[in-house]
């Protein structure tokens, strides 16, 4: 018998359905029912203002989706011969300020969903604190909106580079948030410095800490969580960036990645409408997101865990909480890398002149997010996106299912919905 | 327990079409959690709630104040439901029903989804229209994309405090929406002398004239109360694009147009003419220290 879940307190909606076998999940199609019919919205619109709409697409990494349009612009603008030099002080801020959101994503994602779901399978009582979540993603965006105006909905990445042009003071500003966020982390999360943490190398180095952290770790094992939810162990990165290289994993070997095999289809949803499409590399499906990126630039404790563990539902959830203190330490970096007598925008040419295609590819907090648009003097004929989400948790059939119905395979149905959400759902994104 | 101890308002947020802005917006206010505590939340899309949302569309519950974010789909299904039935039910017996966002009050983005469908609340842009008119009373509405965390948790605040809020005629709060978003903005200088900024990042220059900043012609207190506590669009040499008037999102949002070298529309409630006099002069005037740069880090120490 195939029965419904509805899956709240993600973002967005969706509804799993599931079809049990001896009180295990046989299958299990996921459905994302909300349309908004983004890329229609923009077709006819003027390019530019691509840069105010896309932001919209979603709450949580709007600013991602503003990347990824200023890029897929400035790659139109390359492709119609006039290429854009930015300079070095506008990709670091841009940089910076996506890391941000990167980091304001994995706190909320692990002190509102991800912990309080565990608490629900497990008798451990201190870890009823969701409101850190939200505490240490004001923090973060507030060192974002220095540069970017506001969180959400920014819109000051353009073509040539940013809006703003900070002083030393708002450099200062930034980093002493920065400073406030590593304080929260060490005294709040981790339990201990971020140093410490960043040099770990084997998973069982968290058994000397007493702390969230900890605490997570220990019921993650205690139920079983590093010997279920296994994917297919292929993982891609595509976006460029100065924290993670785009690369084709297979198991832990890394291959080059070529635009031309990514590839969408509809989604097998035989239950409910669904609006999702699901993507493809090649014809397959890939894991996308921090495991991923972290595997990537070979991190010894990212590696250790997953040679014990895979690609289990541990490894994906560990890695996503770790990759908080790598992105703290490299927002540092990449702001006491800014040249403060660099242009901030660099003069370009009148986005009326420009007729050409472009794509924009950015690694979002959930992995690779991929906007594509075609430009006619100036104007938007077609706009198309392709989310981190449509990578992870699309819907395939029996057969051939998507990495997160893989990883609900064969679970109890509470196991099956906790693993699901270990992915970091984002239904709104996905449903574009 | 102590005597006469009332029970806290039911509170309910519920959403159509929407992207989450106002939900992740809302989490950036700095008294959160002692504004939670005056309520009893009974679903939030993303903290924790007393109910789940299935038991939010079984309709056997009720609230006291219902906030809707998102534009209104009368076509629309929340799982297997239908979203306007959602909404008849809590809004019969709630006291109060807050629009958060541009989608809720007019349609905003959103509304672009089905422009023929899809409104706000009680506006469809300006004009009167929408599921909850026969409430319109129960409204108010908080526009902008997103809202302000701050104007979430004045109207909360207020309605804990059984405070009458005063609306406009577009049911906003009028201590929130009555001065404009170029108030307090720091480029102020440059639009006084009517100095528009060479090129996009630049810290020089006002943004209106040529680079389609809509902020005097706006309501809103975001150069008042900074976002995130510490900027605002302008100050970061973004234009403001009107976002919580009832025409967002208008289009060319990065460039103004233009009538003889000044912008076809002109700061609110100042008449066409006088405007174009004064600008002309204003122009004539070629002050020096508002042409340079305010700071040049290259210069020879």
Known sequence: MITKEIIDHIEGEASIHFDMKDEKVDFATVCFPHFRGMEKILQGKNALDALVITPRVCGICGHAHLMATVRAIEDAYKNAGKAIQLSQKAQNIREFTLVMEIIQNHFKWLYLTIIPELAKLTSSTRLQTPLKGAFASQIATKALAIFAGQWPHSSYMIPGGITSDPTHMELIKAKSFIEELVTFFEKETAGTSLETVLAYESCKDFNKLDSDISELEKNLIALGMQKKGFAYDRFINIGEHSFTNPSKLLQTKGHAVHLKYIDTEDSYSPEEKSYAKNALYNNKYYETGPLSRLMAQRIPLIKNIHRRFQDSAYSRIMARVFEIPYLLKHSLKLLNEIQIDEISCAKVQDISKITASGIGIVEAPRGPLIHKIEIENGIIKEYKIITPTQWNIGSGTKEKPMPAQKAMQTLSKEEALFVFRGFDVCSVCTTH | ?301
């Open chain 2, 1 to 301: 327990m102590p005597l006469n101890q009332e029970a806290k308002p039911k509170l309910l947020w519920i959403q159509g079409v929407t992207c989450n802005g106002n939900t992740h917006s809302f989490l950036n206010l700095p008294y959160l959690e002692s504004l939670l505590a005056k309520y009893e939340l009974l679903y939030h899309p993303i903290l924790p709630s007393k109910y789940t949302f299935r038991r939010i569309i079984e309709l056997a519950l009720e609230c006291d104040v219902l906030i809707f974010e998102g534009a209104f789909d009368p076509l629309m299904k929340r799982h297997d439901i239908l979203l306007k039935d959602v909404l008849e039910h809590y809004s019969q017996k709630t006291r109060l029903i807050i629009s958060v966002g541009s989608c809720a009050s007019f349609g905003g983005v959103f509304k672009e989804s089905a422009p023929q469908r899809n409104s706000g609340l009680i506006f469809n842009e300006s004009d009167p229209y929408g599921p909850s008119l026969k409430q319109k009373r129960k409204v108010i509405n908080l526009s902008g994309c997103p809202i302000h965390p701050e104007w979430m948790g004045y109207t909360l605040s207020m309605i804990a405090q059984k405070r009458e809020i005063q609306l406009d005629e577009l049911h906003r709060p009028i201590e929130l929406y009555s001065s404009l978003a170029h108030h307090g903005c720091t480029r102020n200088e440059y639009f006084e002398w009517k100095v528009d900024t060479k090129n996009f990042g630049e810290k020089e220059g006002c943004l209106f004239y040529q680079h389609g900043c809509r902020a005097p012609m706006t309501h809103s207190s975001c150069n008042k109360i900074l976002w995130n506590d510490v900027s605002s669009k302008t100050r970061s040499g973004t234009p403001c694009f009107g976002c919580t008037e009832p025409d967002f999102p208008r289009s060319n949002l990065f460039s103004t147009q233009t009538n003889m070298s000044i912008p076809q529309d002109v700061p609110l409630g100042v008449s066409k003419r006088s405007y174009l006099t004064l600008a002309g002069i204003a122009k004539t005037f070629h002050i020096k220290r508002l042409e340079e740069k305010l700071i040049d880090y290259k210069r020879d120490n």
